[in-house]
Antibody, heavy 118, light 106 residues
């Protein structure tokens, strides 16, 4: 069974940092690209960042480029999102998702909540 | 690439045929996906490559279009279809989403 479990969320002050993790199981992790998608409760989906299978290609939304860094450790079946210079508008539920060949995100974790507040 | 969905809110009844449109700010060929999301749940993939049904998705869902204009159609609404729907482009990064269409019971 495919499972994606996010962790690392919490409350942080503006300007602070957090590192999110996503533990993957039930599939061959290094066969897939992965993404982070966030959602403010009650609002729409926002794609945040993506990474291909071998970390050779990464991408970021304009809203986070230069502040967030995506990475992965295929030996540990883990995906990460380092978030620096956090802003109030980064407050959201952060999901990791598996990308299949077409690019569609076919499995999603339940998310970890990040709250940026003074 | 910006994706604009219309309408933002759609009221319909069980059995209705409904369509949601997604317009891209530039040509994305067929690199478009559709998702369904219910409150408190992660999004569920429905369609990729503009018109290919994800495994396990009922055949009442269909997708069409290419280039800059795409459509998700539900041929006969079922009670479980009332949810929010999102399009997403899957060409190069960033894989931006549309703003969503909430499908509610009339």
């Amino acid at each position: 069974e495919v499972q994606l479990v996010e962790s690392g969320g919490g409350v942080v002050r503006p300007g602070g940092s957090l590192r999110l993790s996503c533990a993957a199981s039930g599939f061959t992790f290094d066969d897939y690209a992965m993404s982070w998608v966030r959602q403010v409760p009650g609002k729409g989906l926002e794609w945040v960042s993506g990474i291909n299978w071998n970390s050779g290609t990464t991408g970021y939304a304009d809203s986070v480029r230069g502040r967030f860094t995506i990475s992965r450790d295929n030996a540990k079946n883990s995906l990460f999102l380092q978030m620096n210079s956090l802003r109030a508008e980064d407050t959201a539920l952060y999901h990791c998702a598996r990308d299949v060949g077409s690019g569609i995100k076919d499995f999603w974790g339940q998310g970890t909540l990040v709250t940026v507040s003074s | 690439i910006q994706l604009t969905q219309s309408p933002s809110l759609l009221s319909a009844s069980v059995g209705d045929r409904v369509s949601i449109t997604c317009r891209a700010s530039q040509d994305i060929s067929s690199y478009l996906a559709w998702y369904q999301q219910k409150p408190g749940k992660a999004p569920k993939p429905l369609i990729y490559a503009a018109s290919t049904l994800q495994s396990g998705v009922p055949s009442r869902f269909s997708g069409s279009g290419s280039g800059t204009e795409f459509t998700l159609t539900i041929s006969s609404l079922q009670p479980e279809d009332f949810a929010t729907y999102y399009c997403q482009h899957l060409n190069s990064y960033p894989h931006s989403f549309g703003q969503g269409t909430k499908l509610e019971i009339k």
